[in-house]
């Protein structure tokens, strides 16, 4: 993943959506263990490390989860209700983002193995063409974080329920990128109590 230092970096904000309602886990997933912190955490780190230009960590409104994090170097914002969905945590973080933000990184808060690495190679993969969507794929799967390009913010406040940005990537002749990467890290996420199981086998090595 080296990349060209003659090259432009976008400036991009990373966005993590951490007001979840955890409804197949029916637990909230993101506070629970792994490697001894909470599994978002671990989303939170990885962006405090990459090249990210800010990073905003978005919240319920009565979150419990705010307490048990290191929130250093982020904005916090607050998702109105757990019951609004996605989009509306979406929504709240574009409403606070910089006026030069070029490109909203949106990062899942159930992605524990994402490291800056890969966030690093998304940006420089978005800096190359900035109108461009950056959507991470492996083996013809697409995974998250996947950055939103500026032009199409206005478009993301339109969104309503619990799908994101999702409806946004069935747009006719959509500008996307499909970046490579061989890492596992954009690739599991943690929805239920087996995915959870399986993540401390085979991942948590105590560290």
């Not at 319920?60 to 048990?68: F, I, K, T």
């Not at 954009?186 to 993540?199: A, G, S, W």
């Amino acid at each position: 993943m080296t990349e060209n230092l003659q090259q432009k970096k976008a400036a991009i904000t990373g966005v993590i959506l951490a007001a979840g309602t955890s409804t197949r886990m029916g637990r909230d997933k993101l506070s629970l263990p792994f490697r001894g912190k909470p599994i978002v955490q671990h989303v939170i780190n990885a962006a405090r490390e990459s090249l990210l230009d800010s990073i905003v960590v978005v919240l319920p409104v009565d979150s419990e989860l705010e307490s048990q994090l290191d929130l250093a170097k982020c904005t916090v914002v607050y998702s109105p209700r757990r019951t609004d969905g996605q989009a509306e945590s979406l929504k709240a973080a574009i409403r606070s983002l910089p006026d030069d933000t070029q490109g909203a990184m949106a990062l899942l808060g159930d992605l524990p193995l994402l490291t800056p690495e890969v966030i690093n190679h998304l940006i420089w993969s978005f800096s190359q063409e900035p109108h461009n969507w950056v959507i991470p794929m492996q083996e013809g799967m697409r995974g998250n974080p996947i950055t939103i390009p500026q032009q199409w913010f206005e478009k993301v406040l339109e969104l309503e329920g619990d799908t994101g940005a999702r409806p946004l990537l069935a747009t006719p002749r959509l500008p996307i990128r499909l970046v490579k990467i061989n890492e596992i890290g954009p690739f599991v996420d943690v929805d239920t109590e087996e995915q959870y199981e399986l993540l401390l086998k085979r991942y948590d090595t105590g560290l």
